[in-house]
């Protein structure tokens, strides 16, 4: 089992930056397969990016490429978002989720179902 929890979410203007963390726990063991999701009032939720942790191989959807980061900490017990240039568009509610069985293919291709631990959200608005 592994409990996580998000964290460093609040409302910005846009061009603004936040970096939003999930905390892991429950399990030494991280997982194979960590990422960030959002769902936005109206919208369906979508990958935001993943990570393969061992190789810390990265997804991003196309929208937050050269503005969003996503890293774990050296402790593997902490992922982060860094999200850098801000656009109203990037407001919703972000979730962490984890896959401890995951695989290289099934992390890249970062479809919500392939993930079976889910944090509760933590809320990004950004104002124009």
């Known amino acids: 089992q592994v409990h996580l929890v998000e964290s460093g979410g609040g409302s910005v203007q846009a061009g603004g930056s936040l970096r939003i963390s999930c905390a892991a726990s429950?399990?030494?063991?991280?997982?194979?397969?960590m990422g960030w999701f959002r769902q936005a009032p109206g919208k369906e939720r979508e990958a935001v990016a993943t990570i393969w942790l061992g190789s810390d191989k990265k997804y991003y959807v196309d929208s937050v490429k050269g503005r969003f980061t996503i890293a774990q900490e050296n402790n593997k017990k902490t992922l982060y978002l860094q999200m850098n240039s801000l656009k109203p568009e990037d407001s919703a509610m972000y979730y962490c989720a984890a896959e401890p069985w995951s695989s290289y293919g099934r992390c890249m291709a970062a479809a919500g179902a392939t993930f079976t631990y889910w944090g509760q959200g933590t809320q990004v608005t950004v104002s124009s």
């Open positions: 429950g399990d030494t063991y991280t997982g194979t397969c």
